[in-house]
């Protein structure tokens, strides 16, 4: 009878153990743990660097899910000496300057996102502000940021010197060849006048 008990009380404290065993691992094996340390943020653009007036597009990752991010733009300073006038060879070999259109400046305005449950979030601006810009992404309840850089270049236009230059070479033959057509004319008339007077 005693043995009887023991076995009982045994058996009993064994499928307890394994009860509280299985209540405890479950939860466990079915929720997929973080990786830690936690994935810092990253920024990338659809393009680093762009013309002016062209669209770019931000992307962000491992920020919170459904989480609100603030972008802001900080102008970098330009290189020394950067000189914006440039040339380029046309088809037929001759070569054109350029100059940069003439845009608004200052700076852009702040952005704002949300990251999706995976804490990605991508979003669209036009780059009408000429420089390079420090774009950094920080969210408001993770205080995650991380920062990309961005190029804006002025377009180019042709300056019409090239163009200028040769409607004055045209001119300048034209004007040659009136001067000598009067001077043959000048002459025709003093040949003929002599002529006239020997007879």
């Known amino acids: 009878m005693r043995l009887t008990r023991i076995v009982a009380s045994a058996m009993a404290a064994f499928v307890m153990a394994g009860a509280l065993a299985t209540m405890t691992s479950s939860p466990a094996a079915a ?7 936690p994935q810092p943020p990253v920024l990338t653009l659809s393009e ?16 919170g899910p459904n989480e609100t991010v603030d972008i802001v733009f900080t102008p970098q ?4 000496g950067a000189v914006e006038r440039t040339t380029v060879r046309q088809e037929n070999g001759t070569t054109v300057a350029m100059v940069p259109v003439a845009y608004p400046s200052g700076p852009p305005p702040a952005l704002v996102a949300v990251t999706n449950a995976q804490g990605e979030f991508q979003i669209t ?17 993770s205080g995650l940021s991380a920062s990309v850089v961005l190029t804006v270049v002025p377009r180019q236009l ?3 010197g090239s163009s200028l ?23 025709r008339r003093r040949r003929g006048g002599m002529r006239a007077g020997t007879a």
């Open 165 to 187: 230059g040769r409607q004055l070479g045209v001119g300048a033959g034209l004007l040659l060849l009136g001067v000598v057509l009067v001077l043959l004319t000048v002459v």
């Open 48 to 63: 680093s660097a762009v013309a002016i007036g062209e669209e770019v597009t931000l992307f962000g990752r491992f920020y």
């Open 31 to 37: 929720q997929p743990q973080p990786p830690y340390p």
């Open 158 to 160: 042709p300056v019409t």
């Open 77 to 80: 300073a330009a290189a020394a």
């Open 125 to 141: 601006f036009d780059a009408d502000w000429k420089g390079t810009w420090l774009i950094t992404a920080t969210g408001r309840e």
